[in-house]
């Protein structure tokens, strides 16, 4: 099952197109992967789209994700070797987002997938 959106902040790293990677926080992961997937997460994302979810770590506060978000980028600027690793109850749900997109798209994803994420049944 995967952890409630209310549960936690997170970091992660995109593989994006042109081999450039993204870093950001969010709080609510489903809706912050299906935003840079449809090109209303951040400018860069819109340029560069996600193509791989690399890091998705979770952390205990909003200052937390901030301070390792700036730590992050700091080292990928330094092109510093980073320990990639994906919270479990995660695993994969970036790619089921992209397949999803494939097919659809519009309020019926975030629908879709804030409710499994919030431990709910398929939309």
């Known amino acids: 099952m995967i952890t409630p959106i209310w549960q936690g902040f997170y970091v992660y790293i995109f593989q994006c197109e042109g081999n450039k990677r993204y870093c950001g ?8 992967f299906v935003a840079h997937l449809t090109g209303k997460g951040a400018k860069f994302t819109t ?10 770590e979770e952390t205990a506060s909003f200052v937390v994700a901030k301070t390792k978000e700036r730590g992050l980028k700091h080292m990928m600027r330094k092109r510093q070797p980073i320990e990639y690793s994906v919270v479990k109850e995660y695993q994969g749900v970036f790619e089921m987002i992209q397949a999803e997109l494939l097919w ?3 309020p019926y994803i975030k629908k879709k997938f804030n409710a499994i994420e919030k431990g709910g049944q398929d939309a």
């Open 25 to 32: 926080w969010t709080s609510q992961v489903v809706n912050r």
């Open 47 to 56: 340029g560069f789209p996600p193509i791989k979810l690399l890091h998705l």
């Open 104 to 106: 659809h798209d519009g």
